[in-house]
């Protein structure tokens, strides 16, 4: 990642707020396409969506970019938090600026708390991990908190029960398949999974997994089917994996960004407790697959994305992918 260089004029607030947008461009995105630009100018922070990085047959309304850009908000005011910084948020302020998606203020110094540190390092540590999970089950207070994270976020944590996952399955298989026969699908992933290409963006090829016979299959980067199935593999990994849906009340831009806060606050609440998790939109991509799964989740709210949720299988947190410049993400007015 570039440096960003400070001049003397740089007051102590644009230093904060800079270094909290810089913690935030490791937010997780879809396809790792990374759709944010920030803009700091005295006392504020502005996220912008980067239109040039969304994708148009995987995302043609553009839900999955603001949802990505409410992570990177999320991380942002976590890093803000645990630097006892305030900060008053508006979401959407410009209704001229849609692409404006939110602005961050400095209010003030205001008290660390021990949560907001943990999380500011979870942060640093967190991955997609798409590896298989241990045959250990994720304990229910973790849950409970994860839950929690997400309800103060603005959006709603709704775990699937045991009796709800044949019909996440078949979501994610209908899903799977609608995509896998869609050339412009096919063309998304092509131009977004590669080995670094000094982008800094991408899927790595490394980052990925062998088509394994799963409980919930995960989404194939090949964008090939998969060739093990649940019924004949000798074994199903994610036995004790919990899956866990996003939902919001309304599905608005609004709603978007607050879905994409609550992932964060899932993911880095999940990270913290030690446990690992990978993010799966597939089912919410497409429409009827995403209808399937707002039917199996008890027909209430809509569905944002799903979290697979697991205790990690070995101790490294696996492969990194790369991330743009900061220079190229991040602007900076002084003043
Ligand atoms: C909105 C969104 C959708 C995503 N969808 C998927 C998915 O369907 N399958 C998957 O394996 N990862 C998915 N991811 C994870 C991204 O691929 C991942 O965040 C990105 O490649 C960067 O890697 P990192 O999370 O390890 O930093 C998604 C992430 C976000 C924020």
Redesign the pocket.
């Given at each position: 990642m570039a440096a960003i260089q400070f001049t003397d004029r740089g007051s102590a607030v644009n230093r904060t707020l800079t270094s909290a947008v810089l913690a935030a461009l490791?937010a997780?995105?879809?396809?790792?396409t990374q759709p944010w630009q920030w803009r700091i100018a005295g006392d504020r922070a502005e996220l912008r969506a980067d239109r040039r990085r969304q994708l148009p047959a995987l995302d043609p309304d553009g839900r999955?970019m603001t949802?990505?850009c409410g992570?990177a908000l999320h991380h942002a005011r976590v890093a803000l938090g645990a630097a006892g910084a305030g900060v008053d948020v508006t979401h959407l302020p410009d209704a001229d600026e849609p692409d404006l998606l939110a602005v961050l203020r400095y209010t003030g110094s205001v008290p660390k708390t021990g949560n907001a540190e943990r999380l500011r390092r979870a942060i640093s540590v967190r991955?997609?991990d798409?590896r298989p999970f241990l045959d250990v089950a994720v304990p229910a207070p973790a849950l409970d908190r994860m839950r929690a994270a997400a309800e103060a976020a603005g959006a709603h944590l709704h775990l699937v029960n045991p009796a709800e996952v044949t019909a996440v399955v078949v979501a994610a298989g209908h899903a799977a398949d609608v995509e896998r026969a869609d050339p412009a699908y096919r063309a998304d992933l092509a131009a977004w999974v590669h080995t670094d290409d000094g982008s800094g963006t991408g899927?790595p090829p490394a980052?990925t997994e062998p088509n394994g016979a799963r409980t919930v299959p995960?989404?194939s980067f090949t964008g090939r089917d998969t060739d093990a199935s649940v019924y004949d593999a000798p074994e199903v990994a994610d036995r004790f994996a919990r899956y866990a849906v996003v939902v919001t009340d309304h599905d608005t831009p609004r709603d978007w960004l607050a879905a994409g806060e609550a992932?964060s606050a899932v993911l880095l609440t999940a990270t913290a407790e030690g446990l690992a998790t990978?993010?799966?939109?597939?089912m919410v991509e497409i429409v009827a697959a995403r209808e399937t799964l707002r039917r199996a989740i008890g027909n209430v709210g809509h569905p944002a994305?799903v979290v697979r949720i697991g205790v990690p299988g070995r101790g490294d947190t696996g492969p990194?992918?790369p991330r743009r410049a900061a220079s190229d993400a991040v602007e900076i007015v002084e003043g």
């Amino acid at each position: 990642m570039a440096a960003i260089q400070f001049t003397d004029r740089g007051s102590a607030v644009n230093r904060t707020l800079t270094s909290a947008v810089l913690a935030a461009l490791d937010a997780p995105s879809m396809l790792n396409t990374q759709p944010w630009q920030w803009r700091i100018a005295g006392d504020r922070a502005e996220l912008r969506a980067d239109r040039r990085r969304q994708l148009p047959a995987l995302d043609p309304d553009g839900r999955l970019m603001t949802l990505s850009c409410g992570v990177a908000l999320h991380h942002a005011r976590v890093a803000l938090g645990a630097a006892g910084a305030g900060v008053d948020v508006t979401h959407l302020p410009d209704a001229d600026e849609p692409d404006l998606l939110a602005v961050l203020r400095y209010t003030g110094s205001v008290p660390k708390t021990g949560n907001a540190e943990r999380l500011r390092r979870a942060i640093s540590v967190r991955r997609s991990d798409r590896r298989p999970f241990l045959d250990v089950a994720v304990p229910a207070p973790a849950l409970d908190r994860m839950r929690a994270a997400a309800e103060a976020a603005g959006a709603h944590l709704h775990l699937v029960n045991p009796a709800e996952v044949t019909a996440v399955v078949v979501a994610a298989g209908h899903a799977a398949d609608v995509e896998r026969a869609d050339p412009a699908y096919r063309a998304d992933l092509a131009a977004w999974v590669h080995t670094d290409d000094g982008s800094g963006t991408g899927v790595p090829p490394a980052t990925t997994e062998p088509n394994g016979a799963r409980t919930v299959p995960i989404r194939s980067f090949t964008g090939r089917d998969t060739d093990a199935s649940v019924y004949d593999a000798p074994e199903v990994a994610d036995r004790f994996a919990r899956y866990a849906v996003v939902v919001t009340d309304h599905d608005t831009p609004r709603d978007w960004l607050a879905a994409g806060e609550a992932l964060s606050a899932v993911l880095l609440t999940a990270t913290a407790e030690g446990l690992a998790t990978s993010p799966m939109s597939d089912m919410v991509e497409i429409v009827a697959a995403r209808e399937t799964l707002r039917r199996a989740i008890g027909n209430v709210g809509h569905p944002a994305i799903v979290v697979r949720i697991g205790v990690p299988g070995r101790g490294d947190t696996g492969p990194r992918s790369p991330r743009r410049a900061a220079s190229d993400a991040v602007e900076i007015v002084e003043g």
